[in-house]
Structure formats: C-alpha cells, structure tokens
C-alpha cells in the first residue's frame, strides 16, 4: 500500500541527503536507521489525544491514586488500548502487569532524640524544632542506643570530579550527617552527586544505618520541618535505611561544636576523603504505622525483529494525586491530573499506535506506564531495581511527563541538555522541523532528577525527557514564557488540571513525531547511544559494557 510521505519526513530525508546536519557520533546512531526513521509517517491524531485524556482524568478514576478503584480502571483502559492494538503484554510469565507493593509510613508520634556527649551527659532534641526523623524502610519502629555520630561533607562520591567525601571509612552502623546539596565547584545547578539517590546509595554501601540532612537555611529547615509529620511511601524492601531525617543548623553546631564549624568550612571547599568522628552518639526511638499498598506498573511490548533481546523503552507515569482532605469553593475534591500525567499516558499510547502501523524495530520497543510518581518515582525505583528487561541491554528510556498544550515553538526543551547522545539524534530530527533542543529554561529546579526517567540514568540507561518549549513561533521566548509559567501557576498539582476541549495540541503533536524518530532510530541502529564524557551516569554504563555486543 503506498504510504503518503508526511513533510517533515520529506524534509528530513533531503536534510540528511544534503548533509546539512550536524554530524553526530558513529556510537549513536547509523545513517541507515536514521533515514528508516525519516522516510517514516506516524500519525498522531490531537482527537485521540484528546480523548485519552478525558477519560483518564475523569471523576470517575478519583485521581488515579494507587490502590484504588482509578488504578483498577486506568489499568484496565491501558490494557484494553494495547490489546486492540495487537501488541504482546510485557510483564513476567505473560503478564499486562509489573507488581509494586508500596509502604505508606505515617508517624504514630513525635520520635524522641537525644545527643550524648563524651561526658556522658544526655541532651534531648525536640522534634520538629532541633531535627526531624522519619523511619526508614527497614522498620517502621525504630529504636536504637548510642549510635555513633559522624560528618561526611557533602556525602559525595564522584571520581570523574575528583571529589571523595568517604575515603575508606567503614560506617557500620552509624549515623551520617551529610550537607545537602551538592559541592559549589559542581556548579549552582543540581545534579545526579546532589541527590538523595545518589547519597543514600553512597551511605548504605559503608553500612550506614542513617542518614541525617544538615539544611543549611532557615527555608529549606522550615521545608524539612512541614513534611516530617505527613504519610509518605517507599517501594517495599527498597533499601536498609533505619531512618532518616534532617537537622538545623543551629542544632548541628550546638552537639559539634566548634570542631564542626571548622570541618563544615573545609567541607565546603574540598572533599573531606574521610568521615569526621563528631565525638557523639545518638539515641534514637521512632514509631511508625505502615499500610501496605498493592499497586502495579503495566508494560506492553513490541518484540524486536533481529535483536528482540536489546530493548527501547518508552515510560510515563499513570497515577496522580488522588483526593483532596477537602473540596474547594465549588465543591471539587478530585486531582484529575489532565495534563500531569493523562497527558503523557495518552501520548505513549497513540506511541504505541504509530510504531505497529510503521516499520517494525529491529530492537524490541517496550511501553512503560509505572505507578507512584507522585510519591516519589517509586514505580520506576521498583523497576530498575527489578527489571524484567536487563538495563545493561536497555538502549534507551524516552520519557513523556506533561506534553506541551502550545502553539508551535522554535525550540524542542529537554531536561538536562547535554547528558546523552539522545538528545543529537532528537537535534536532527528537530532541525527538520525548524526547531533547536535546548534545555528546559530553569536548570536550578533540578527537573531531569525529579521525573521517572532518572531512575534509569541512575541505572546507567541513557535517558531523555522533553519538556514544554517557551521560543514561540508566533511571540518569542516572552511570550512563550509567560504562557508557560501561568500554564504552571494555574494547573500544576491543582484541583483546576482538568481535561479541556480547548487544548491545543500543536507542539504535543511535534514532539510526539520527534520522539517517535528518536525511539525508532535507537531501535534499528546496532550501536548504543551513550552519555556525554561530562555526564555523572558514565561510570554506571561502563561498569556493564560487557553486556552490551
């Protein structure tokens, strides 16, 4: 059947006839899939978009808050959707789903906390005011006597940056005081080393029984002090955390002492290379409730023609927010989370659509929905801890969180631009369309760490996101701004992010043809996409090459 050929794909094979792009890296891609991928023609229909979206954000799923009745029917929709496709299931043993037991923690009490110095004398701290301590996912009754008190700096383990907080020390059973954040020589914007990911993984490998966050400021205290009392959740047997929490800085000073005072300045400055024994130890009593809670990512598949055992994914979160306490002025309690996530589920969906009516993948394509990104990217922590599909075989993850409702724009923005040689091929497809990647337009909101495409990179996958273009078409970057930041202000986690016969679906359209590109050259090139030499994920890939032909 003879197949009209769209513009931008017209456009994008006479770009790459006419070398005018670019060129990129042999490791990424091979000219042959990148033209495969140009002559292409997905179709993705803004009705069907639309209309994904005004199911998945009705009342009648009750923000899709795992657990409860909106997961059961968004996950029957999902599988409803990709059974009419014909794609293959992509969980275990033939399986839609990916099981993900959940733990939500809610404090029974105020914990106790007391500091004893080398006198022997004890010292209480008053929770909420002194420091903040929640129960890890070990137990969710701590009681513990006479842990020893040390400083590591920032907590920071980078080679690459020549930066090592920890040296040799042994922490068995300790309790880590660490700075947030990250070191100022790995500049203002935060990254993977800033992380409480990557800290907490650092700790635990010396057999640290804590980690305690020293805030710095009084704002980010008074953030720490209005999230100790709430329920949180952690994925079930995610790791040997005792507890954790933060403490002032006034508090932390007052047990170190001028000692302290002295390390926090050199720790600032440099890596320590060994923790700081603070000549303290901490008596710790914590009581917790936990409810277990059965959620579940769902994965359909598309087998892979010549290499089904090397794998593309392409991931969005299904769940929101759930209910408000309380309903509004007019009587709306319900976070339908339209644009965060529907939007985005609906996108991997009509993904899936484009993929089964184009030319199959030579790598097997893989659509993940996962659970719990509200409470912490917790379906995608679940996955790469237990992935059905080995991440060292993983090319890539392309992530959809919120499409763009915007008039066309000049730019194509990425979270974390400059990462991975992802966002190279994304360029050449884009420049097809008259658009330029760039990066998201606020690198100090720490975006590529706070959606489910960070657990791969931390994984070692190379991972990308892109985000809401601001370069207007018709306007500018004022313009575009603007829109953007009211579109932010008025609809992000409010009861107000409902679905809309208004959206215009402009740029989620283009974004959706780019990333289709993307996914397909990855799929049917027989080389891997990497990172840049500069980004913090290097040494993870590296360290599984040999799974890799």
């Known amino acids: 059947m003879f197949l009209r050929r769209s513009p931008v794909a017209a456009l994008a094979a006479l770009v790459l006839s006419a ?40 009342d009648e799923l009750e923000g899709r808050f795992p657990g409860l009745v909106g997961e059961r029917l968004t996950l029957a929709y999902l599988q409803a959707q990709y059974e009419a496709l014909g794609l293959e299931p992509g969980g275990r043993d033939g399986s839609w789903l990916q099981p993900v037991d959940l733990v939500r923690f809610t404090p029974e009490r105020a914990p106790t906390v007391a500091w004893i110095g080398a006198d022997g004398v004890s010292h209480p701290l008053i929770s909420g005011t002194d420091i903040t301590l929640r129960a890890g996912p070990a137990d969710p009754v701590v009681k513990i006597d006479g842990a020893p008190l040390v400083f590591a700096g920032y907590g920071v383990v980078a080679p690459e940056r020549g930066w090592d907080d920890y040296g040799d020390a042994d922490l068995t059973g300790k309790v880590v005081v660490i700075l947030r954040g990250q070191p100022e020589s790995m500049g203002a914007d935060p990254n993977f080393y800033g992380s409480a990911t990557h800290k907490t993984q650092e700790a635990l490998k010396r057999g640290a029984a804590a980690v305690i966050t020293l805030q710095d400021t009084d704002s980010r205290w008074r953030r ?84 089904p055992d090397e794998y593309v994914v392409y991931s969005a979160h299904w769940d929101h927010i759930g209910k408000a306490k309380e309903p509004n002025a007019d009587g709306d309690d319900i976070y339908n989370g339209a644009w965060d996530n529907a939007s985005g589920t609906a996108g991997l969906i009509e993904m899936a ?67 991975s040689e992802l966002e190279d091929i994304l360029g050449r497809f884009a420049l097809a369309q008259g658009r330029t990647v760039t990066g998201d337009g606020y690198p100090q909101q720490g975006f590529y760490y706070r959606s489910d495409h960070f657990n791969f990179a931390a994984g070692g996958v190379p991972a990308l996101m892109p985000w809401t273009g601001r370069d207007f078409v018709e306007g500018g970057i004022e313009t575009g701004a603007a829109y953007y930041e009211g579109q932010m202000d008025r609809y992000y986690h409010k009861l107000t992010d409902e679905w809309r016969a208004d959206y215009d679906f402009t740029a989620a359209v283009q974004n959706l043809d780019l990333l289709y590109r993307l996914g397909l050259t990855v799929a049917d090139s027989t080389t891997w996409p990497a990172w840049k030499p500069t980004a913090e994920f290097n040494a993870i890939r590296d360290a599984t090459a040999d799974q890799r032909r």
Do not use: W
């Open 19 to 58: 070398c005018a792009m670019a060129p990129v890296s042999a490791a990424a891609l091979q000219d042959d899939a990148f033209a495969t991928a140009s002559a292409a023609d997905p179709q993705f229909s803004p009705e069907r978009l639309s209309d994904h979206i005004k199911y998945l954000a009705s």
């Open 224 to 307: 720490a002090v209005g999230g100790a009392a709430r329920p949180r959740m952690t994925v079930k047997g995610a790791h040997d955390t005792r507890f954790d929490g933060s403490i002032s800085a006034a508090t932390a000073t007052a047990i170190g002492g001028a000692a302290l005072e002295d390390t926090l300045t050199r720790a600032k400055s440099g890596a320590l290379g060994g923790v700081v024994d603070l000549k303290v130890r901490l008596d710790v009593d914590i009581a917790e409730t936990t409810e277990i809670i059965h959620s579940n990512n769902l994965l359909a598949k598309m087998p892979g023609t010549t290499r």
């Open 353 to 419: 659509r484009a993929f089964k009516a184009g030319p199959a993948p030579e790598r097997t394509v893989l659509f993940l929905h996962v659970t719990a990104e509200e409470q912490g990217l917790l379906g995608s922590e679940a996955y790469a801890a237990d992935p059905i599909y080995p991440l060292a075989r993983t090319a890539a993850d392309i992530n959809i969180d919120m499409l763009p409702f915007t008039p066309a724009t000049r730019d194509v923005a990425v979270f974390g631009v400059g990462k």
